[in-house]
T-cell receptor, first 113, second 111 residues
Framework: DAGVTQSPTHLIKTRGQQVTLRCSPI?????VSWYQQVLGQGPQFIFQ???????GRGNFPDRFSARQFPNYSSELNVNALLLGDSALYLC????????????FGSGTRLTVV | DQQVKQNSPSLSVQEGRISILNCDYT??????FLWYKKYPAEGPTFLIS?????DKNEDGRFTVFLNKSAKHLSLHIVPSQPGDSAVYFC??????????FGAGTILRVKS
């Protein structure tokens, strides 16, 4: 049974560019959340989507956007990249019921140069 | 505004002994608390959780204690094993749509 899959695993971009990160949740999970983990810190909440609707948004600028598709996969887009956007981006999925059963993917390591 | 704090960046424990990882929080609206373990190049893996209506939850070698009046929780690992060496994150939630994480504690279990 496949877990949460994220692509790509690593990415190097230049300042000012745009990036799209992808996530496929566990089969049957309808909720997807995105987190940013900067080195030395814990993951920080960016977005949550449930049934293609945005359910929550963290304290991130409008350069960050996301969407969820009918098959419950999700994309995170970041525009006008800054050096400070360099981080591990984690996707987590959770089942439709139950309490906080988040399963995380291995993440996408984004480096902005 | 750090709502969840793990004040010990690292902890070193001898194999077979108890590991105690601590976490403090400031938001009294948090109603669910979780511990995650993270190895390098992997995502966080769920370990154990506790609802705010309980003060203890046990799962094998792992026990989480919650002291609501002190806004403090701790994770006990007994006995500690070398494979437990990882970064441990404390997380909390108040509405079910997001987790607030601490900065993590690096646990090293020496054999």
């Amino acid at each position: 049974d496949a877990g949460v899959t994220q692509s790509p695993t690593h990415l190097i971009k230049t300042r000012g560019q745009q990036v799209t990160l992808r996530c496929s949740p566990i089969s049957g999970h309808k909720s997807v959340s995105w987190y940013q983990q900067v080195l030395g810190q814990g993951p920080q909440f960016i977005f949550q989507y449930y049934e293609k609707e945005e359910r929550g948004r963290g304290n991130f600028p409008d350069r960050f956007s996301a969407r969820q598709f009918p098959n419950y996969s999700s994309e995170l887009n970041v525009n006008a990249l800054l050096l400070g956007d360099s981080a591990l981006y984690l996707c987590a999925s959770s089942p439709p019921t139950g309490n906080y059963g988040y399963t995380f993917g291995s993440g996408t390591r984004l480096t902005v140069v | 505004d750090q709502q969840v704090k793990q004040n010990s960046p690292s902890l070193s424990v001898q194999e077979g002994r108890i590991s105690i990882l601590n976490c403090d929080y400031t938001n009294s609206m948090f109603d669910y608390f979780l511990w995650y373990k993270k190895y390098p190049a992997e995502g966080p893996t769920f370990l154990i959780s506790i609802s705010s209506i309980k003060d203890k939850n046990e799962d094998g070698r792992f026990t989480v204690f919650l002291n609501k009046s002190a806004k403090h929780l701790s994770l006990h690992i007994v006995p500690s094993q070398p494979g437990d060496s990882a970064v441990y994150f404390c997380a909390a939630s108040d509405e079910g749509n997001k987790l607030v994480f601490g900065a993590g504690t690096i646990l090293r279990v020496k054999s």
